[in-house]
């Protein structure tokens, strides 16, 4: 179940890091998030919870335009369904 919401997630971060509209701050925090969530050693809800901090922080940047910002809004709702 996880795994295809990871890559789901994955997908949609990768899209962010290649948008040169994002700001350059945002896009590396979505590289970090990325990273995380592909350590398969690592506990599926840790990740999970590591990268939702992170992209929680970002999504109230001032500075993220609003096409990133509803990703990032679409990234943490996958990923709260496998915390819970």
Same mark, same amino acid.
């Given at each position: 179940?996880? +795994?295809?919401?990871?890559?789901?997630?994955?997908?949609?971060? !990768?899209? =962010?890091?290649?948008?040169? @509209?994002?700001?350059?701050?945002?896009?590396?925090?979505?590289?970090?998030?990325?990273?995380?969530?592909? !350590? !398969?050693?690592?506990?599926?809800?840790?990740?999970? @919870?590591?990268? $939702?901090? $992170?992209?929680?922080?970002?999504? +109230?940047?001032?500075?993220?335009?609003?096409?990133?910002?509803?990703?990032?809004?679409? =990234?943490?709702?996958?990923?709260?369904? =496998?915390?819970?």
């Amino acid at each position: 179940m996880s +795994n295809s919401t990871f890559n789901r997630v994955s997908e949609i971060l !990768k899209h =962010i890091m290649e948008d040169t @509209s994002v700001p350059r701050n945002i896009r590396r925090a979505a590289e970090e998030s990325n990273d995380i969530l592909s !350590k !398969k050693d690592e506990d599926a809800t840790v990740r999970a @919870s590591t990268v $939702i901090s $992170i992209l929680d922080e970002i999504s +109230n940047d001032p500075n993220i335009p609003i096409h990133a910002r509803t990703l990032v809004w679409e =990234i943490l709702s996958e990923l709260e369904s =496998i915390r819970n």
